[in-house]
């Protein structure tokens, strides 16, 4: 039955050009925007686990640049270990000459001092971005990654333990009343110390320079808290060291009861100790106090090949010991952190090609369907317009 109000012919061949249409339309969209989803629309699950994907990546992203930053820091902290460890070998060197009894010893104390100071101002200046690793105790963590368990994200971490290269005792200014004390004592003359409580701390190290040599006493726990006052005690325990202390004959030698011998008189009141120079010749003497050590340098304060050029040479081999491990554990931080680094760059990678399996679109396939789907628009547009053509024919009916 023909009809001219419903057209059936016409309302499939529309229908199927709607259809075509439709998926013409899809198609075009994933060949502009290079994606099969690319909307929650288009297919919400695997958008919802690309999105989620697309995070983690942004983070690990992240997480390269900040261990890019803690490889810079350890990087920088390890050069500043090998630093120090070449400027103890050199010291070594003059170390086992000063071994020697003909040599000027005081000349090379003179170079010992001037790497102490190197090593000093290398310690201070290893820094990134305002972070020493070298200076002070504890440790330091560096982001590494994001473990996802489902919803749940965490963060993960690399400790890296601070090598404290430290090398500088503080001073216990006051000491003696006032700060350090130093005289040039001519034959005859005393030379006074008066310990002070800026001296009562346990470690504590009075340091005693007469003429080429040195004398010093750590102070102990029954100094500052036993009987009597601290400054008493300290001072007698100075005395006591210098009483055995074994100093040569040519600044004097001492009997049992502290009475000079050809050379220097020692006499204790209270916290009060007297030197007098009997040796005939002028002498420079010198008083300091320092606190105990914290750095893993600090031994190298009391480096003095002039007064104990064996205990000098043990320390050094302590000291080296010290930084050579200090840059060993820089270096295996460093590589485990260039390792992660490496890691999480490949993974994002993985995930990046991930997420283009799920929602990238296949170009191939789509520019073939694009050209099927061309054509099948102008069949179903041909089609269409000879179902509109149809009614055309009933007018021959009426002729």
């Known amino acids: 039955m023909s009809s001219i109000l419903t057209n059936s012919s016409a309302m499939v061949a529309l229908q199927t050009l709607r259809g075509i249409n439709k998926n013409l339309a899809q198609t075009q969209s994933e060949i502009s925007t290079g994606k099969s989803v690319a909307t929650a629309r288009d297919n919400a699950a695997v958008w919802a686990i690309s999105k989620t994907m697309e995070s983690d990546v942004k983070g690990f992203k992240a997480i390269s640049d900040t261990l890019s930053l803690g490889s810079a820091t350890v990087g920088v902290a390890r050069a500043a270990a090998e630093s120090v460890t070449d400027l103890l070998t050199q010291m070594k060197g003059l170390i086992v000459n000063a071994q020697e009894e003909n040599v000027d010893r005081s000349k090379i104390q003179t170079d010992i001092n001037a790497l102490r100071d190197q090593i000093a101002t290398a310690v201070g200046s290893a820094q990134f971005n305002g972070l020493n690793l070298v200076n002070d105790s504890g440790s330091i963590n560096v982001l590494a990654s994001l473990d996802r368990a489902g919803s749940t994200v965490s963060a993960s971490y690399i400790t890296v333990n601070r090598q404290d290269l430290g090398s500088q005792n503080n001073e216990l200014l006051g000491a003696f009343g006032t700060d350090t004390v130093a005289e040039s004592v001519a034959d005859g003359d005393p030379f006074a110390l008066t310990i002070d409580a800026a001296a009562g701390e346990v470690g504590a190290k009075i340091i005693l320079n007469i003429g080429d040599r040195q004398v010093s006493y750590t102070v102990t726990e029954a100094d500052v808290n036993g009987g009597g006052t601290a400054e008493e005690n300290i001072a ?57 050590g914290t750095g893993g340098l600090a031994g190298l304060a009391t480096i003095d090949v002039t007064t104990d050029p064996q205990g000098a040479l043990a320390e050094i081999e302590t000291l080296i010991t010290t930084a050579t491990e200090a840059a060993a554990a820089f270096g295996s931080a460093q590589k485990r952190i260039d390792t992660q680094n490496e890691f999480v760059k490949n993974l994002t990678d993985s995930l990046t090609t991930g997420i283009g399996a799920l929602v990238d679109a296949d170009m191939e396939a789509t520019s073939a369907r694009l050209q099927a789907l061309q054509v099948q628009q102008q069949l179903a547009t041909q089609s269409l317009s000879i179902a509109n053509q149809q009614p055309q024919n009933i007018l021959a009916l009426f002729r």
């Open 236 to 292: 007698a325990g100075l005395r006591n060291a210098i009483l055995n202390s074994g100093l040569p004959i040519d600044i004097g030698a001492l009997d049992a009861n502290g009475d000079p011998i050809g050379g220097l008189q020692v006499e204790l009141s209270g916290a009060d100790l007297t030197l007098t120079n009997n040796t005939g010749v002028e002498l420079t003497m010198t008083a300091r106090a320092v606190g105990e």
